[in-house]
C-alpha cells in the first residue's frame, strides 16, 4: 500500500478522537469494572475492601446466576434459531419467484429499523392479558394468556418480539446468500433427477453454511445484548425472573440493587463471553477478508 | 526542460532486500530515456525514486544540478504517468488534468485555459466533461498524459503507460508519445519491458538487470554492440542465438570451433592457450546458402518449425549432431519445410563473443559502427 | 431452464403474502389503537379498524405534556433525533479519521492502535454499564446531549468498513495526487471522501437506526425529561397509569417513536443493503 511518507504528527492527530473515546468510554470503564470485581464496597460508600476473588465466588456459587443463565441460553438459542429458521424458509421462497423478490425484500425489511424496546411494546399490546387480540385469540383456544403472572409466558412474548426484529436482517443476508449461488448449480442438480427438496439441502444449503454461521453469531450477540430494551419494557425481567437474562441481572444488582462488587464481577465475566463470540465472528472475518 | 544526474543512486527496502545497486546516469535536456529490462530488475523502483514515491537510500539525485533526494514529488517538478492511468474516478477529465494547477494555486481562468489549451494539443476537447468510466482505453491514456503536459514540468516519467492497451493502439500511442515530447522538448524517463518499444522510442536506452545498469547507449548502438551476453540477448528480436565454442590460435588466424566440428575465423585474436567462449549471432545474420556454395565455416542444420512471418520467415533449426536450436530470419519467399536440410552462413562481421562465465563482451571491444543509422 | 413447478411458485406467493400480513399486523394493531379513546378501547379486544379519534392522539402526544413524563413527545422526537445524528455523524467522522490514518500512514504502534480499536466490539455497554455510568456521572454528562452521544461514538465497525475499502483504492491514486501535489489533509478531502460517499450513505443508515434505538445508555444517562428520549419515554409511559394502561397513548407514541427510523430504511434501503451486506465482509 502507498503511504504518505514523512508525516509524523498527522496519524496521531487523525487517530486521537477514536483513542479518546475508547479509551475515556471503553477502557477505562472496562479496567474499573475488573478492579471493581476484586473489592466489596461498603453500604454507605465510605470504603471498599479488597476480597480478591470473593465476588466471583460469590456469583458463580448463587442459583440466582446460573437461573439466568440458562434463561440467557434459552432465550438467546430461541431467537437465533426462530429468526433464522424463518427468514430462511422466506428466503427460498422469494428466491424461487424471482419476480417480486425485490418486493418482498422491500416489503419485509423495515423491522429492522424498528427499536427493541418499541418491537417489545408492539407485542405486548397484541398479547396483552385485557386487549391483546392474539390473547383473546388464544383464549378462545383454551388457553389463558398473561405474561404478567405465567413464566413461560413472558418467555415466549419476548423471543417473539426479538424474532419480529431481527428476521428482516436474517432475510436480507440469505437472500443475498441464495442469489450468489450459481444457478448452473442448480440445473445440473436438476438434470442429475434431485427434486427441488433435495436440491435444497444438499446443494443450497451447504452453500449457504458460511452465511448462517455468520448469522449465528449476530444473532447471538443481539440476543444476549441489543434485546435488553425489550425485556425491560416489556417484562422487566419478571416475572419472578423469569427473563432475567445475564445482561438484566448486570444491571439489576448494579442499578437497583446496589451491589456493585457482584454487578462487577459478572460484567467481568460477560467480558468473557462476549470474548469469545468475537473471536468466533472474527476468525469468521479472517477467512473472508484477508489481513 | 532539464538535465538529470543520478549518482549511485542506491535502494535497500527496510527487509533487506536491495532493489538498485548503485546507478549512474547523465540525461541530457529534452532527451528521452527508456530504461528497460525484465520485471524485477529495478528499474519501476529507479523511475518511483524519480518521482519521489520511495526514497533514496544512498547516492544522490539532482535535477539541473540540484540535489532532490528529500523533495516531495510535488517539489520536484516532475509529471508521471501511472500504468493503469490512475485517473481520479470522481473527477472529469478537465478537473483530473487541472487538479495538479489546483493544488498550486494557479487561478482558476488561468488553469482553463491551459487545460483546454493541453486538451486541444492531444485531441481532448470533446470530452472535458466526461468522468473517466466513459472513456476508452486509448482515451483514458491520452487523459493521463494530458495530466502530465498541462504542468509543464521539468520532467516527463512514464511508467509502462503503454501495456494496458491493445497491440494496434499501443503503436500508435507510441508515436504519438514520442512525436509529443519532441514537440514539447521535455526531458523524459520512460519505464517499459517491451524491447520493440524501448528501441522505437529511446533517443538512448538504459537496459537493467538484477538492480544493475547493464549498458546505456542508442537503441543501435546496444544492437551492434552489447556489452553483455545479457544485453545481447534482450535487445532484438528473435533474441541472439548463444553457442558455445572453442577459440584458440591456428596457423593463418585464430579459429572458433563449434561442438559440432564447423570452424569459423574469429573475430578476436587467441591469448595464448585455448578456451571457451559464448559466440553470439543474431537470426537475420544467418543467411541460406545454395547448395554446391557450401564453404568452409557454414552450419549445416535441420529445419524443425518453420514460422512465416510474411515478409520474413523464422526457421528454428537444430545443428547437425547437436541438441543446440538456432533461430534464423530468412526472406519471407523463400520455401523451407520442417524436416529440410539446410545450409546457414554466418555473417562473418557480426559475430559476437562473450565470456562463458561473466557473460561481459569480449569481441570486438572498439565500437566500430557498421550501421549507417547508427550515430556517431 | 429452470425447473418450474407453478403449483409451487402459487404456495410460495401465498405463503410470503401470509408472512408480509403476519409481520405488518402488530404496526396496524397499534395504528388501529391510536385512533380509539381509552373508553372504546377497553370495551373488548383490541380493534382491527380505526376509531374515533382520528389523529387527534397523535396530536395530544405532540403537543401537550404527557403522562408522568412531564414533557410532550415533541420534545422527545427532537431528543432522539439529535442523539442519533450525533451518534451517526460522529460515529463515521472519527472513524473515517481512525481508518485513514492506519491504512495510509505507517507509524510506531500502528497495529495496536488498530487493535485497541477493534477490540472495542467486546466491550458493548451492556458490558460494563456500572463504570461507564461512573465516568460519565464524573465528568458532568448526565442528562446532556454530549452525554447521550459521546460514549457511544467510538465504532470499530465502521472503522473497519473504512479500513477495508481503504485498501481496495488503488495505491497509484494516492502517488498520482502526490504527484500532483497533494497533502494528506488535501488527499482526504478531494479524492477519499468523494469516493466514500456511498459507503458514508449506508453507514450512515445503519448507525441512524443504531443511534435512534439506543435504550440502556439513555435510560442510564438521562433522568430529567428534558434529555429523555422517545424510545424510553414508552416504559415510563406504561407503568404510569396506576389501573388501566393507555394503551392509545402508547401505540401513538409507539408509531412516532419508530417512523423515523423506519422511513430513513425505507428512502435509503438501496444504502442500508449495501450497508449490511459491507459490514458482514
Keep these: 500500500m502507498a503511504t504518505f511518507q514523512r508525516h509524523r504528527v498527522t496519524p496521531w492527530l487523525l487517530l486521537t478522537p477514536q483513542i479518546a473515546v475508547v479509551a475515556i468510554f471503553f477502557f477505562w470503564p472496562a479496567a474499573q469494572a475488573m478492579l471493581q470485581a476484586f473489592y466489596v464496597e461498603d453500604p454507605f460508600g465510605l470504603g471498599r475492601t479488597f476480597v480478591a476473588f470473593e465476588n466471583f465466588a460469590r456469583v458463580l456459587a448463587s442459583a440466582e446466576y446460573y437461573r439466568a443463565l440458562g434463561i440467557t441460553v434459552t432465550f438467546s438459542a430461541g431467537v437465533a434459531l426462530g429468526a433464522m429458521a424463518l427468514a430462511l424458509l422466506l428466503a427460498v421462497l422469494a428466491d424461487r419467484v424471482i419476480k417480486g423478490a425485490g418486493a418482498y425484500k422491500a416489503l419485509l425489511i423495515w423491522p429492522y429499523a424498528v427499536a427493541p424496546a418499541v418491537a417489545g411494546v408492539l407485542w405486548g399490546f397484541m398479547l396483552d392479558p385485557e386487549l391483546g387480540l392474539i390473547s383473546a385469540g388464544l383464549g378462545a383456544l383454551g388457553i389463558d394468556w398473561n405474561h404478567q403472572l405465567n413464566g413461560g409466558q413472558a418467555m415466549a412474548l419476548v423471543v417473539m418480539a426479538s424474532i419480529w426484529k431481527q428476521m428482516s436482517y436474517n432475510f436480507v443476508f440469505f437472500l443475498a446468500g441464495l442469489q450468489a449461488i450459481p444457478r448452473s448449480l442448480l440445473e445440473a442438480a436438476a438434470i442429475d433427477g434431485a427434486g427441488p427438496w433435495r436440491r435444497f439441502w444438499t446443494i443450497t444449503f451447504p452453500l449457504l453454511s458460511p452465511t448462517s454461521f455468520f448469522l449465528l453469531v449476530m444473532n447471538s450477540v443481539y440476543a444476549f445484548f441489543e434485546t435488553f430494551g425489550t425485556i425491560d419494557a416489556t417484562t422487566a425481567g419478571g416475572p419472578g425472573g423469569a427473563t432475567r437474562t445475564l445482561v438484566y441481572k448486570v444491571f439489576e444488582d448494579g442499578f437497583i440493587g446496589y451491589d456493585l462488587g457482584s454487578s462487577a464481577a459478572q460484567s467481568v465475566l460477560l467480558m468473557g463471553l462476549v470474548g469469545l463470540l468475537t473471536l468466533l465472528q472474527f476468525r469468521y472475518l479472517e477467512r473472508r477478508v484477508q489481513y | 526542460m532539464a538535465t538529470l544526474r543520478l549518482n549511485a543512486l542506491r535502494k535497500t527496502y527496510p527487509n533487506g532486500v536491495t532493489a538498485l545497486h548503485g546507478a549512474d546516469l547523465e540525461i541530457a535536456d529534452g532527451e528521452l530515456i527508456v530504461v528497460v529490462g525484465p520485471s524485477g530488475c529495478g528499474k519501476s523502483t529507479l523511475l518511483r525514486m524519480l518521482a519521489g514515491l520511495e526514497s533514496i537510500s544512498d547516492g544522490e539525485l539532482a535535477i539541473d544540478g540540484r540535489r532532490v533526494n528529500d523533495l516531495e514529488p510535488a517539489e520536484r517538478d516532475i509529471a508521471m504517468v501511472f500504468q493503469n492511468y490512475a485517473l481520479y474516478p470522481h473527477m472529469s477529465v478537465a478537473d483530473n488534468m487541472g487538479y495538479a494547477l489546483k493544488n498550486r494555486g494557479v487561478p482558476k481562468a488561468e488553469r482553463r485555459r491551459r487545460v483546454e489549451e493541453t486538451a486541444r494539443l492531444i485531441g481532448l476537447e470533446d470530452l472535458l466533461d466526461r468522468r473517466p468510466k466513459q472513456l476508452s482505453g486509448g482515451q483514458r491514456q491520452r487523459v493521463a498524459m494530458g495530466r502530465a503536459i498541462v504542468r509543464e514540468p521539468r520532467v516527463f516519467l512514464f511508467d509502462e503507460p503503454l501495456s494496458n492497451l491493445d497491440a494496434k493502439l499501443r503503436v500508435q500511442m507510441r508515436l504519438e508519445i514520442r512525436r509529443l515530447q519532441k514537440r514539447l522538448g521535455v526531458t523524459a524517463v520512460y519505464v517499459t519491458h517491451d524491447q520493440v518499444e524501448a528501441m522505437t522510442l529511446a533517443d538512448r536506452l538504459v537496459v537493467m538487470n538484477g538492480g544493475r545498469i547493464e549498458q546505456v547507449g542508442t537503441p543501435m548502438h546496444l544492437y551492434a554492440r552489447p556489452a553483455s551476453r545479457f544485453v545481447a540477448g534482450f535487445i532484438g528480436s528473435p533474441a541472439m542465438n548463444f553457442l558455445n565454442a572453442r577459440l584458440d590460435a591456428r596457423l593463418g588466424g585464430d579459429i572458433l570451433t563449434l561442438p559440432c566440428g564447423t570452424r569459423l575465423a574469429s573475430p578476436i585474436p587467441a591469448s595464448g592457450e585455448a578456451k571457451t567462449v559464448c559466440l553470439g549471432i543474431r537470426p537475420e545474420h544467418l543467411a541460406v546458402v545454395p547448395e554446391g556454395d557450401v564453404i568452409d565455416g557454414d552450419l549445416s542444420v535441420r529445419v524443425e518449425l518453420v514460422e512465416p512471418l510474411g515478409a520474413d520467415t523464422l526457421v528454428h533449426a537444430r545443428l547437425d549432431g547437436q541438441d543446440d536450436l538456432v533461430v534464423a530470419r530468412i526472406d519471407g519467399i523463400r520455401a523451407v519445410a520442417e524436416g529440410d536440410s539446410l545450409t546457414l552462413r554466418p555473417d562473418p562481421g557480426r559475430l559476437h563473443l562473450f565470456d562463458p562465465e561473466t557473460g561481459q563482451r569480449l569481441a570486438p571491444m572498439e565500437p566500430e559502427c557498421q550501421h549507417s543509422t547508427c550515430p556517431a | ?281
Excluded at chain 3, 425447473?3 to 409481520?23: C, E, M, Q, T, W
Excluded at chain 3, 442528562?143 to 481496495?168: E, K, M
Excluded at chain 3, 445508555?217 to 397509569?241: F, G, N, Y
Design chain 3, 1 to 281: 431452464m429452470r425447473y418450474r413447478r407453478r403449483g409451487l411458485d402459487i404456495a410460495s406467493h401465498a405463503l410470503l403474502i401470509l408472512a408480509l400480513i403476519a409481520f405488518c399486523l402488530p404496526v396496524w394493531l397499534a395504528i388501529t389503537a391510536a385512533t380509539h379513546d381509552q373508553a372504546s378501547l377497553y370495551t373488548g379486544t383490541a380493534p382491527l379498524w380505526f376509531g374515533s379519534e382520528g389523529l387527534g392522539n397523535f396530536r395530544a402526544v405532540l403537543t401537550e405534556p404527557v403522562g408522568r413524563l412531564g414533557t410532550d413527545v415533541t420534545r422527545l422526537l427532537l431528543n432522539s433525533t439529535v442523539m442519533a445524528l450525533g451518534i451517526a455523524v460522529g460515529k463515521i467522522a472519527i472513524a473515517i479519521l481512525a481508518a485513514y490514518a492506519i491504512v495510509f500512514f505507517r507509524f510506531p504502534l500502528r497495529r495496536l492502535c488498530f487493535w485497541l480499536i477493534f477490540i472495542t466490539l467486546m466491550l458493548p455497554v451492556e458490558v460494563r454499564i456500572m463504570p461507564t455510568y461512573k465516568v460519565a456521572a464524573d465528568l458532568g454528562l448526565l442528562n446532556s446531549y454530549v452525554g447521550l452521544i459521546l460514549p457511544l461514538i467510538a465504532s470499530a465497525t465502521a472503522t473497519f468498513l473504512f479500513r477495508q475499502f481503504y485498501l481496495t483504492v488503488p495505491p497509484e491514486l494516492l502517488e498520482a495526487a502526490r504527484v500532483d501535489g497533494a497533502g494528506p489533509w488535501r488527499f482526504l478531502r478531494d479524492i477519499l471522501l468523494p469516493l466514500s460517499k456511498t459507503n458514508i450513505a449506508a453507514l450512515f443508515v445503519i448507525m441512524f437506526l443504531y443511534g435512534w434505538n439506543q435504550y440502556l445508555w439513555p435510560l442510564l444517562i438521562t433522568t430529567e425529561s428534558d434529555h429523555m428520549t422517545i424510545v424510553v419515554s414508552l416504559k415510563r409511559l406504561l407503568s404510569s397509569a396506576d389501573n388501566l394502561v393507555p394503551w392509545q397513548t402508547v401505540m401513538a407514541t409507539a408509531l412516532l417513536a419508530m417512523l423515523p427510523p423506519v422511513a430513513v430504511i425505507v428512502l435509503m434501503q438501496r444504502y442500508f443493503v449495501k450497508g449490511l451486506v459491507d459490514a458482514e465482509k
